[in-house]
């Protein structure tokens, strides 16, 4: 053939070629810092990357023991561990990364909201922006100190709603309405956009991290060139380490652009602690819940006036780049491989991509060069209307959602005894999760609805290996 050149896709977007075997390295999707413990229990989520040393088994060790951290109002017996608030969602990273994996909705009207956020904005003059709600900030912050006012409760109702399959069998999904309930600083501007999002599972975040962001930007498609129905955005972010626009990675619309960028917000947004990056001892307060400004704060000379010092800091991030990855169950087993094959030819891997490499020259050894398999592309989507939040966020519409990885997913219940899924828990079960897809992802959710019942078993057996 004459010397046509196409466009040289990069190896990651290669599709499987044989669902015989399981693909070589398959079975450790974190490479070689695929979480050494073979036991798969309850704990699967909380070990260390396979491959550190003992000196950084160490540090992470002392991560694990901040990133636990019950922290006290200010001022308590123990400078490090007050600055607690006076808003502020949960107590510890943890509370809502329970045992590092993911947050869930309240079960009841009655329990609170611990593991899951609500986001607010008002629309902001410049178009398609958004800004704070003036009252209450960017997030309800549903606990106070002693002596301060909670914001108000998240309050969930679901209503059923039901979808046929090609076999006759019904599934049950339910739609969720979010409200502000017992608001304590006053109604709500009118027109407040909300966003519901439960904490993410927390494993493989530094594999993510070390994925080149020019190969994530090459995945993108935004004006659907190659006609799948799949187009994909890159999110923009503001990065405030590098001073510069950055491909944003983290979050459930990739609205952060580094693991220390979501940590730090979530130090001062979640648990209202300050740090040398987002200095202010009040987190969420605003110029209008004057009580909580002026309440004593933690911020001590000793720790960097700040509330978390550097130090806590880097080991809290260290921590949090290197949760393990588990290994597969089965990978090779022939059921396994028949849902993986269902899992491409329905069109799911076009966005969960199964498999990338990570920088070779990344900073931190143990997690470049490595072959990761995370089921994301990183990248954003519009999902349809049934999941929208209507909120843009940065370059985020409100349709848009960035794809989550889905290594591990299948081990959510051995982990946190539930299995609720997408950004704010609706789903019951992997099946519910995959109905609810639209927007680009209409024809995959309509392929597995034609599936015969055995096949759509095959699929879930296939994702719950992951
Ligand atoms: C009140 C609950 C809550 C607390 C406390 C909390 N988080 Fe989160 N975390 C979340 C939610 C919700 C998200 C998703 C945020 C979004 O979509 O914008 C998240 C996302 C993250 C992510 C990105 C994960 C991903 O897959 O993109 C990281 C990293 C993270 N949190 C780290 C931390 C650390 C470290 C702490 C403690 C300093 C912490 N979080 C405390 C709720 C919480
Ligand atoms: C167009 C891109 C796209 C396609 C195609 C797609 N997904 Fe998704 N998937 C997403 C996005 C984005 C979300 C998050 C949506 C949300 O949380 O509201 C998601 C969420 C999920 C979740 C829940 C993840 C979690 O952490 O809660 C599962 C499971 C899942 N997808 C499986 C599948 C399967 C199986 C297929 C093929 C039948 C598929 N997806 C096709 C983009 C896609």
Same mark, same amino acid.
């Given at each position: ?13 290669? &599709? ?9 390295? %398959?079975?450790? =999707? ?30 992470? %060790? ?9 922290? +006290? ?49 008002? =629309? ?7 800004? &704070?709600? &003036? ?35 019904t599934?049950?999904l339910?739609?969720?309405?979010y ?11 009118? @027109? ?12 493989? /975040?530094?594999?993510? +991290? ?8 090459a ?5 659907? @060139? ?25 979050? !459930? ?21 300050s740090?040398?990056? /987002?200095p ?30 550097? %130090? ?5 991030l ?73 909120? =843009? ?7 848009? !959602?960035?794809?989550? &990885?889905?290594?591990?997913? @299948? ?16 789903a ?9 897809h ?7 959710r ?12 095959? /699929? ?7």
């Amino acid at each position: 053939m004459a010397a046509i050149v196409l466009a040289v896709l990069p190896v990651t977007a290669a &599709p499987a070629q044989q669902f015989d075997r399981a693909e070589p390295g %398959e079975a450790r =999707p974190g490479g070689t810092a695929t979480s050494a413990f073979a036991e798969i229990d309850a704990n699967a989520f909380s070990h260390p990357s396979g491959n550190l040393g003992a000196a950084r088994r160490l540090d992470f %060790e002392i991560g694990n023991r901040i990133f636990g951290r019950v922290w +006290e109002p200010a001022p308590s017996a123990s400078e490090s561990t007050d600055g607690l608030g006076p808003l502020y969602n949960a107590r510890s990273c943890r509370r809502c990364h329970i045992r590092d994996g993911r947050g869930h909705p309240p079960a009841s009207r009655e329990d609170d909201a611990i593991s899951m956020i609500l986001l607010l904005s008002v =629309p902001s003059p410049d178009a398609d922006q958004t800004t &704070p709600e &003036p009252t209450y900030g960017a997030q309800l912050q549903d606990f106070a100190i002693a002596g301060h006012t909670p914001e108000g409760r998240i309050a969930v109702t679901y209503s059923e709603r039901h979808v046929q399959l090609s076999n006759g069998e019904t599934v049950s999904l339910r739609a969720p309405a979010y409200a502000v309930a017992d608001a304590g600083y006053g109604p709500l501007s009118p @027109g407040t956009m909300t966003s519901p999002r439960v904490a993410n599972q927390m494993i493989g /975040l530094g594999l993510l +991290e070390a994925i080149d962001a020019a190969e994530i930007e090459a995945l993108a498609d935004p004006t659907d @060139g190659d006609d799948d129905g799949i187009s994909g955005r890159a999110a923009r972010v503001w990065d405030g380490e590098r001073g510069a626009q950055t491909l944003g990675r983290f979050g !459930w619309k990739a609205g952060q652009p580094s693991v220390r960028a979501q940590t730090v917000a979530a130090l001062s947004r979640d648990i209202g602690l300050s740090t040398s990056i /987002l200095p202010t001892p009040s987190g969420d307060c605003t110029e209008h819940q004057s009580e909580c400004l002026s309440a004593p704060t933690g911020n001590t000379q000793r720790l960097g006036a700040a509330e978390v010092s550097n %130090e806590a800091l880097a080991f809290v991030l260290f921590y949090a780049r290197n949760l393990a990855v588990p290994p597969r169950r089965n990978a090779d087993e022939p059921d396994i491989l028949e849902g993986k094959r269902l899992f491409h030819e329905s069109g799911c891997a076009a966005c969960h991509r199964p498999r990338f490499e990570t920088l070779e020259d990344y900073p931190q050894r143990e997690l470049a060069g490595q072959t990761i398999w995370p089921y994301t592309d990183l990248l954003l989507h519009d999902m349809g209307e049934g999941l929208a939040d209507s909120r =843009p966020e940065g370059s985020a519409s409100g349709r848009e !959602w960035r794809t989550p &990885p889905l290594w591990g997913i @299948g081990l959510t219940n051995t982990v946190n005894g539930h299995t609720l899924y997408l950004h704010d828990g609706r789903a019951r079960s992997l099946l519910e999760a995959i109905l609810w897809h639209g927007g680009e992802a209409v024809t995959a959710r309509q392929n597995v609805i034609d599936m015969t019942g055995e096949e759509r078993d095959r /699929l879930i057996e296939f994702v719950s290996s992951l």
